[in-house]
């Protein structure tokens, strides 16, 4: 099992920034890659950014490109979710997520993130 715990999100006004992070405890050796979902009310979930856990490689929405980056520290087993220029259509609640290489997912509890206009 793979435990995360996200933290960082809050209220910024548009134009803003945040941070967030997530923290994998247990077997993280397991994990091979992480990333960040959102759900925004009314929505279904989607994909925000990932990266390789070994080579570090990110990958994007392109609704984010050039504003979000994704980044790992593995000696702390912590990925993290740099927003910028934050808009008001990025209101959601963003999930971290932990993949083992045949494709399981683990999933965190959730960290409210809104952009007020």
């Known amino acids: 099992q793979v435990q995360l715990v996200e933290s960082g999100g809050g209220l910024v006004q548009a134009g803003g920034s945040l941070r967030l992070s997530c923290a994998a405890s247990g077997r993280t050796f397991s994990v091979y890659d992480m990333g960040w979902y959102r759900q925004a009310p009314g929505k279904e979930r989607e994909f925000v950014a990932r990266?390789?856990?070994?080579?570090?490689?990110?990958s994007y929405v392109d609704s984010v490109k050039g504003r979000f980056t994704i980044s790992r520290d593995n000696a702390k087993n912590t990925v993290y979710l740099q927003m910028n220029s934050l808009k008001p259509e990025d209101t959601a609640i963003y999930y971290c997520?932990?993949?083992?290489?045949?494709?399981?997912?683990?999933w965190g509890q959730g960290t409210q993130v809104t952009v007020s206009s």
């Open positions: 990266i390789n856990w070994r080579s570090g490689w990110g």
């Open positions: 997520n932990a993949r083992t290489p045949d494709l399981y997912s683990y």
